[in-house]
């Protein structure tokens, strides 16, 4: 389909108003869509921010008019310097490969990260460390899921140290791993790492009905949502909870976004939805209760009714 004129000037002006350009769907605060996340995900590890972001949901003619431009069918597109590179496949395929890498050329040199071992950390590695060469890979993925393991040390990658363990890390992670502290710690089920990482997005964190009473009991501030229907609600609720209705919805969304969210339903798997949708509105302290109020009856007050 050919371009009218006067859309073909303004999508000309958009790609060349800054070198990297992603049309995408939604914001690099808030990507709509998970292919538009992923690209997003990618560039920040090359060029943290210095790259423009053209939200194609608030244009319907920009949306299909990048399409007939580029004679690409989907969403996102990237292009560098005035060139198209490709949607997110190929922007990934590109980024694996180390292509992506040279195609933004001197803005995709990075420093090396820092990263903090603890003390317990340290000696827990330490026990898995041999004498055969290898030194603590550090990575995470586009979905911010991080992992350790031993190999010999990577070729072209950094090579860092922190309380006496040798570390390894690919370039194309610097950013994103930088400030990342490496935890030895018990848990509910047994000692193991906790990765802390500055730099992840907001995430819903689960919280066990132990947990949420004690928050309760201590009377920490937060706000705590019942997202089940007022029938089920009759039946058994929470003390001190509060109906998500529409109403209460749109309250709940003019709240500073530092506000202690907790999410609870019959058995966790709606107020899992409910909780990632306050996330993706900015809210950054998000949790949601697992097992639901069926596991708030079993382990903290048998008096609350089971249905």
Not at 9 to 24: H, K, N, T
Not at 77 to 100: A, K, N, P, S, T
Not at 260 to 280: D, I, K, T
Request: aromatic share 6%; proline share 5%.
């Amino acid at each position: 389909m050919s371009l009218d004129p006067a859309t073909k000037e303004r999508i000309e002006q958009l790609v060349s108003s800054d070198r990297v350009v992603l049309f995408m769907k939604g914001s690099r605060s808030f990507p709509q869509c998970g292919f538009s996340a992923t690209v997003v995900q990618i560039l920040e590890q090359y060029v943290p921010g210095g790259y423009k972001t053209v939200n194609v949901l608030s244009d319907p003619t920009i949306r299909q008019g990048i399409k007939d431009f580029s004679d690409w069918p989907t969403i996102p597109q990237l292009y560098v310097d005035g060139e198209f590179l490709g949607g997110c496949d190929i922007v990934r395929d590109m980024h694996e490969g180390g292509e992506l890498a040279q195609s933004l050329g001197a803005a995709a040199e990075v420093d090396p990260p820092t990263i903090t071992v603890t003390d317990e950390a340290a000696a827990a590695l330490r026990e898995a460390l041999t004498e055969g060469g290898d030194v603590v890979h550090v990575a995470v993925n586009e979905h911010w899921q991080h992992d350790l393991y031993l190999d010999p040390p990577g070729d072209g990658e950094f090579q860092l140290e922190s309380n006496g363990i040798k570390m390894s890390v690919a370039k194309a992670m610097a950013r994103k791993l930088d400030g990342l502290v490496i935890r030895h710690e018990e848990g509910d089920q047994g000692a193991g790492f906790r990765l802390d990482n500055p730099n992840a997005p907001a995430q819903v964190t689960p919280i066990s009905a132990k947990e949420l009473a004690a928050k309760l009991e201590a009377g920490e501030a937060l706000k705590l949502f019942d997202v089940r229907t007022p029938q089920e609600r009759d039946t058994a609720r929470i003390e001190g909870s509060v109906l998500l209705d529409q109403a209460m919805l749109g309250e709940a969304l003019e709240l500073d976004r530092d506000t202690v969210l907790v999410f609870q339903c019959h058995h966790g798997q709606r107020s899992r939805a409910a909780a990632e949708h306050f996330v993706q509105q900015g809210f950054k302290r998000v949790f949601n209760l697992t097992g639901g109020i069926d596991a708030w009856s079993n382990d903290v007050d048998p008096n609350v009714p089971k249905y």
